[in-house]
């Protein structure tokens, strides 16, 4: 730090600027490689876990504009929560522009690494240690047909910070088309479905059968009798919702006055709609992988929710591969007072599962 003070020389008229150092240490900074070519639940996943353990270490974030896709994901992102942006450090190149004062960078070029598994949590205080001014993290990378990637997700790097971030959401400026509106006389439940690519690579899609049967028990769990009861479907496959939305029609035989709508509005939407309209979630797909973009939508859906009530599938019950190679610790991705639920031995009933299972 310098501090700068100005004489007036009379004979020259010319200010002459003398700079005298004062100890002070240096601000030290934490990037990270980022899934840029992903889509909007990874991208929200990297930037607030990134801010979280930048706080834990006393760095201030920076976000490296390193190509076209880093440009789009931070506009993306900007789209849905704008505040989470604002508390980053936007590097463009080797020019970092803060307070509308322009600060050379280094790029980033040297990396540390910090893990290879997408979904477990690894304490941010390992990193303490570490004296590099520009500290730039690796850990998972892989060369795919779409680029690098890189994925850290986990509750734990921001773990009270959820106040914050739905602040941080965009407000909605506009009325949420034709999708019923959460009020005293309206119980909303939100069902984040996943089919699409997850059946084209072998992972578990989101079921019928589970989704109408854990339905049922959400209904006989939340809201009150006297509300009308609202289900809005967000997903990858129209087809298979409208399927649904038919299927509910009937429950054990009994006409059921549910409304059902499907959402065609833009992920930015669903996401907004979420913070401001869904009482309950549910999140039908039963896994989350790095190589599924849109895994972590639903998370996302149910973590801005009004009330932050989700259930979701449990994944232990489940022969999803990431979980058991050991790449995902279910009590590291999904929150800990969301409720996970599984079938009863009947293989009909949902009920919920016993949280404190290994």
């Known amino acids: 730090f310098f501090l700068v003070t100005t004489n007036l020389d009379t004979s020259t008229?010319?200010?002459i600027i003398r700079s005298v150092q004062i100890s002070e240490?240096?601000?030290r900074y934490l990037s990270s490689h980022l899934a840029a070519r992903s889509r909007l639940g990874n991208h929200m996943f990297e930037m607030a876990s990134l801010l979280g353990m930048a706080r834990t270490l006393n760095r201030t974030p920076?976000?490296?504009?390193?190509?076209e896709s880093y440009a789009k994901m931070l506009a993306e992102v900007?789209?849905?929560?704008?505040?989470?942006?604002?508390?980053?450090?936007?590097?463009?190149?080797?020019?970092?522009?803060?307070l509308y004062i322009r600060v050379s960078v280094p790029s980033p070029t040297k990396t540390t690494f910090f893990t290879d598994r997408c979904c477990v949590y690894v304490n941010p205080k390992i990193l303490s240690n570490n004296d590099d001014q520009?500290?730039?993290?690796?850990?998972i990378l892989l060369v795919l047909t779409f680029g690098l990637v890189h994925v850290s997700h986990s509750w734990k790097y921001f773990p009270e910070m959820r106040g914050e971030l739905v602040g941080y959401v965009k407000k909605s400026n506009k009325i949420s088309g034709f999708l019923?509106?959460?009020?005293?006389?309206t119980f909303v439940t939100c069902v984040h479905v996943r089919r699409g690519d997850f059946l084209l690579v072998g992972f578990a899609a989101s079921d019928a059968r589970f989704i109408k049967s854990a339905l049922k028990f959400i209904e006989e769990k939340e809201g009150t009798e006297n509300q009308n009861k609202a289900i809005v479907f967000f997903g990858d496959s129209i087809k298979f919702m409208e399927e649904l939305s038919n299927d509910f029609l009937l429950f054990n035989g009994k006409t059921k006055k549910i409304s059902h709508y499907i959402s065609t509005n833009s992920p930015t939407d669903d996401l907004i709609y979420a913070k401001e309209n869904c009482d309950t979630v549910l999140i039908s797909g039963k896994h989350h992988h790095f190589l599924a973009p849109h895994s972590t939508f639903g998370w996302w859906i149910g973590y801005f929710s009004k009330y932050n009530k989700?259930?979701?599938?449990?994944?232990?019950?489940?022969?999803?591969?990431?979980?058991?190679?050991g790449k995902l610790h279910p009590h590291d991705y999904y929150m800990p007072y969301w409720k996970s639920l599984i079938f009863a031995s009947d293989n009909i009933t949902v009920i919920e599962s016993n949280p404190k299972q290994k």
């Open 62 to 67: 920076l976000f490296f504009i390193e190509d």
């Open 310 to 325: 989700v259930y979701f599938m449990d994944i232990r019950a489940t022969k999803d591969h990431v979980y058991r190679e």
């Open 13 to 15: 008229s010319w200010s």
């Open 180 to 185: 019923p509106k959460s009020d005293i006389k």
């Open 25 to 27: 240490t240096p601000k």
């Open 134 to 139: 520009y500290l730039h993290l690796s850990g």
């Open 78 to 98: 900007r789209m849905v929560i704008p505040g989470l942006v604002k508390q980053y450090l936007i590097v463009n190149g080797s020019v970092c522009v803060f």
